[in-house]
């Protein structure tokens, strides 16, 4: 099973400033890896997919890099909208598997 | 607008059976394979299971291979989850998810709540 570590587990950070979070893979997973948001009470919404993609509907402000093991989504300028819960995923073998997420908080 | 609905959580004993639903519209359902995924209560997400778009393979979670299946109705344009030998690690919030042709999950239900508990 492909582990993926997230890092920071917290960001504490303003409105207007960017975010840099980090998704680290235990082996080689090419750019088979997505990244979602989740706010309290919501479901997931898909941001990126295949390392770099934006979703459908997806502000300029995301964007994600990064292949074989290390990941990077970064948001430009956060957004009040922005604070959340975000996840890592990886696709490239079974089973499917998640990071363990980072809470981008309000500072 | 794509639409999933979930239906079937509620509140189990350790062992029991549970069988959740996914109602989608607003999309050609017979033609997208879909995920459940999970939330346990302070945790984050992990992916259950997924099903080809016409139910010809299905994949599963280690955690869950054997009690699990995974299963749909093109026809009702639902999906399923029959979830046996439920244990209390099995307490989450189950999401069902539309593929993105990708094993990426682009549409997700609300979700509905499973607690396993004696």
């Known amino acids: 099973e492909i582990v993926l570590t997230q890092s920071p587990a917290t960001l504490s950070l303003s409105p207007g400033e960017g975010a840099t979070l980090s998704c680290r893979a235990s082996q080689n997973i090419g750019i088979y890896l997505a990244w979602y948001q989740q706010k309290p009470g919501q479901a997931p919404r898909l941001l990126i997919y295949?390392?770099?993609n934006r979703a459908t509907g997806i502000p300029a402000r995301f964007s994600g890099g990064g292949s074989g093991t290390d990941f990077t989504l970064t948001i430009s300028s956060l957004e009040p909208e922005d604070f959340a819960v975000y996840y890592c995923q990886q696709r490239s073998n079974w089973p499917l598997t998640f990071g363990g997420g980072t809470k981008v908080a309000i500072k | 607008q794509v639409q999933l609905v979930e239906s079937g959580g509620g509140v189990v004993q350790p062992g029991a059976s549970l069988r959740l639903s996914c109602a989608a519209s607003g999309f050609a359902f017979p033609g997208y394979a879909m995920h459940w995924v999970r939330r346990a209560p302070g945790k984050g997400l992990e992916w259950v299971a997924l099903i080809w778009y016409d139910g010809s393979k299905t994949y599963y979670t280690d955690s869950v291979t054997g009690r699990f299946i995974i299963s749909r109705d093109n026809s009702k344009s639902t999906l399923y989850l029959q979830m046996n030998s439920l244990r209390v690690e099995d307490t989450a919030v189950y999401y069902c998810?539309?593929?993105?042709?990708?094993?990426?999950?682009?549409?997700w239900g609300q979700g509905t709540l499973v607690t396993v508990s004696s």
């Open positions: 998810a539309r593929d993105l042709h990708s094993r990426f999950c682009d549409y």
């Open positions: 295949d390392a770099s």
